[in-house]
């Protein structure tokens, strides 16, 4: 079955940078698109960004534009969040997530048990 | 960029049928995604698409659209169906996409 595992999360001083990872397995992680969305403890989801199953299409919610790069390497079933400039509007859980569709962008479909980001001094 | 919108609350007495809405403009060009969350989990997908149920979801749960309306209908409601439920959708502005959520609707199973 699907499996996403993230990690890299932890406190961070604004302005500083952190790099999450995902590992996935139990699918064809090259066939697929994939998303971060993130969630503030106890408030609702937002979305982060995406990129497509070859990597040539990415696309970023505008609050983190400019700060945020999402890639993935094939080879290594790994997908990836840089995220540079941190505010503290970045605190949230970190969850990786398989698109539903084979190598089209549609919408979230399996989810990993998060990473805890927290931006504090 | 638009905005999906969710009921914060609804209700539903044990085995009866409810309906969750969210509304939106992008919802007349994109079907929407349903999301049921339980404390301390992360998120799970119960309909995508037209109204395509992942395995190992009950067929209780449907998904339905209407102009800039989507329903998600949990016919015959148990206790475990009790949760929070979002929707998401995908949007456009020029060449650029992006995803939205809604706020979230809390299910409560009386």
């Known amino acids: 079955q699907v499996q996403l595992v993230e990690s890299g999360g932890g406190v961070v001083q604004p302005g500083r940078s952190l790099r999450l990872s995902c590992a996935a397995s139990?699918?064809?992680?090259?066939?697929?698109?994939m998303h971060w969305v993130r969630q503030t403890p106890g408030k609702g989801l937002e979305w982060v960004a995406i990129i497509s199953y070859d990597g040539s299409e990415k696309y970023f919610a505008d609050s983190v534009t400019g700060r945020f790069t999402i890639s993935r390497d094939n080879s290594k079933n790994t997908l990836y969040l840089q995220m540079n400039s941190l505010r503290a509007e970045d605190t949230a859980l970190y969850y990786c997530?398989?698109?539903?569709?084979?190598?089209?962008?549609?919408?979230?479909?399996?989810w990993g048990q998060g990473t805890l980001v927290t931006v504090s001094s | 960029s638009s905005e999906l919108t969710q009921d914060p609350a609804v209700s539903v007495a044990l085995g009866q049928t409810v309906r969750i809405t969210c509304q939106g403009d992008s919802l007349r060009s994109h079907y929407a995604s349903w999301y049921q969350q339980k404390p301390g989990q992360a998120p799970v997908v119960v309909i995508y698409g037209k109204n395509n149920r992942p395995s190992g979801i009950p067929d209780r749960f449907s998904g339905s659209s209407s102009g800039n309306t989507a329903s998600l209908t949990i016919t015959g409601a148990q206790a475990e169906d009790e949760a929070d439920y979002y929707c998401?959708?995908?949007?456009?502005?020029?060449?650029?996409?992006?995803?939205?959520f809604g706020g979230g609707t809390k299910l409560t199973v009386l």
């Open positions: 997530v398989k698109d539903v569709a084979l190598r089209f962008l549609e919408s979230p479909g399996s």
């Open positions: 998401n959708s995908r949007d456009s502005s020029g060449n650029h996409l992006y995803w939205l």
């Open positions: 139990g699918f064809s992680f090259s066939r697929y698109g």
